[in-house]
């Protein structure tokens, strides 16, 4: 019988809550699928500076590198905000992604059936089927950059810096999900104005010669941002930098219901990952279960699937949550009249008992 050994970092805010729901799922489908798991605790971000006085320790990143994959909760927290930035919880995040290599953001945006008239957008522009896939590159970019404020505070600058290595790997993961899905890749930068963004659209046109099958077409941010709202149905795979990344799959969140329910994965050349929903730490809800599970539910469906090859698993997971939902349960983020308001413990129970 194999047997995974997860990391598992439930962070700050809502996140040990959360965590606690993941266990379980992942418990429940060990029993179904006759697989091991081991799981082992580390700190990161508020948890590990009220701890050790640092956002990330040394042995965190030992856990994590010895582990087949990991599973993180959320970082942050507003009574931190004051601390310098290099010992805030979000450098801990950005310091695991950038120790293990986690280059590749791997972000579903797709409406749950169930959930489909919670998107802001009127039905006929969402269409049957929204199935939108983000690939952001995690590790370079202006968030990895030189960051410098002027000794008076009234003047500062941040780097942005890309090789052509970087943007190659990021954009043979894309092309290679794009194989397996629609068959079609915006390329999004601000090439008419930066000079990273111009290597960037150079090395992808590059790569793309490798992947013949692959419609691929270019776009600004800006309008990649307004086209998302206007008919998000063109996009298969879209592929972009750390820091557009950051800000199109948000606004993709938001399209399709509530950033609750969305998970993420961050892998390596080697399928490791790093998985963690795509929500904050909302420090202003933490203890009060009404925090919503189900993106990081999905989170553990996606580690199944691509880090360790058990889509049968992943299936089950995402069929159990469609199941709940299409009951009429829901946590508070997404309750609205005539649905069956639980806690987030009894989500991750029902969840549970539908696989």
């Known amino acids: 019988m194999n047997t ?4 598992v970092l439930p962070g ?20 179904k699928f006759a697989f091991g798991i081991e799981l082992n605790y580390g700190r990161i971000g508020g948890a590990a500076i009220d701890a050790v006085g640092i956002p990330l320790e040394e042995e965190t990143i030992a856990l994590c590198q010895k582990s087949d994959a990991i599973f993180l909760g959320a970082v942050g927290h507003h009574k931190y905000n004051d601390l310098p930035l290099s010992i805030r919880p979000e450098t801990g995040l950005l310091q ?18 169930p959930l489909k008239s919670y998107s802001p957008l009127k ?5 049957e089927k929204l199935d939108v896939c983000i690939v952001r590159e995690l590790t370079g970019g202006i968030y990895f950059g030189e960051h410098r404020m002027a000794e008076d505070e009234k003047s500062a600058y941040d780097k942005m810096m890309y090789s052509e290595a970087e943007i190659e790997r990021i954009a043979h993961t894309a092309f290679k999900i794009a194989m397996q899905r629609d068959k079609r890749l915006t390329s999004v930068d601000k090439a008419n104005v930066l000079a990273s963004s111009r290597l960037w659209r150079k090395t992808v046109e590059m790569v793309a010669k490798q992947y013949p099958e692959v419609k691929l077409d270019h776009l600004y941010v800006d309008n990649a941002a307004m086209q998302l709202v206007i008919n998000p149905r063109q996009f298969d795979v879209i592929l972009t930098s750390n820091m557009f990344g950051d800000i199109l799959s948000d606004e993709m969140s938001v399209i399709t219901g509530s950033i609750g329910v969305l998970a993420s994965a961050s892998l390596d050349a080697d399928q490791k990952g790093l998985y ?10 933490a203890g009060m279960g009404i925090a919503n599970p189900i993106a990081s539910i999905l989170s ?8 360790f090859n058990r889509s049968d698993v992943a299936d089950a997971v995402e069929n159990a949550v469609d199941v709940v939902l299409g009951e009429g ?4 983020d997404i309750c609205k009249e005539g649905d069956r308001l639980i806690t987030t413990s009894e989500m991750g129970n029902r969840i549970c008992d539908a696989i």
């Open 96 to 113: 695991i992604r950038k120790a293990l290599g986690v280059f590749a953001n791997i972000r579903p945006g797709m409406i749950l059936t």
């Open 12 to 31: 700050d805010g809502i996140g040990p809550e959360i965590t606690d729901e993941v266990v379980k799922i992942l418990k429940r489908t060990s029993e």
């Open 4 to 7: 995974y050994k997860i990391a």
């Open 276 to 285: 963690e929903p795509i929500h904050g730490s909302a420090p202003d809800i």
């Open 300 to 307: 553990i469906a996606m580690m199944m699937r691509f880090t």
């Open 123 to 127: 039905s006929e522009i969402i269409g």
């Open 329 to 332: 349960y829901r946590t508070k």
